[in-house]
């Protein structure tokens, strides 16, 4: 499970048989979302860590073949890559995130590109809560 606060929501992402599951937080009304399942399709995944880029999400997973993957959820323009990045590795269990001094989380550049990046409605496509969360 990991969490981030991007001004005042709180996004909150788990993995829950294999499936990558978000929600948010409003912390000013104390609200939540359901959770949804992440679009994609990531199964199998291992583990899950999420970088803020601005008022963005950098999620990176270990999915089921030991390799790193990446997702980028838009939140200025309101959607979600339809797909997971592979970035490649083998043998992975585990990941982590940091971030820079001066420059904010660490991601790869190419990930702000808008032609990466679909609609949101997928996103919530599965609503209810994940399995054993």
């Given at each position: 499970?990991?969490s ?33 399942e992440?679009?994609?399709g ?11 880029v ?27 890559n339809t ?34 990046a ?16």
């Open positions: 499970m990991t981030l606060a991007a001004g005042s929501t709180v996004r909150l992402y788990a993995v829950a048989d294999g499936c990558v599951y978000g929600r948010d937080l409003n912390t000013r009304t104390g609200s939540w979302t359901g959770w949804g992440l679009p994609g990531a199964t199998g995944v291992k583990d899950v860590v999420a970088s803020l601005g008022d963005n999400v950098e999620l990176q997973i270990v999915g089921a073949n030991g390799a790193l993957r990446l997702q980028y959820g838009n939140y200025d323009a309101g959607h979600w797909s997971w990045t592979d970035v490649g590795g083998t043998g992975l269990s585990r990941v982590t995130s940091h971030r820079g001094a001066r420059h904010g989380a660490r991601h790869p550049g190419w990930m702000n590109r808008p032609d990466r679909p609609t949101v409605a997928s996103s919530r496509a599965r609503s209810g809560a994940p399995p054993d969360l």
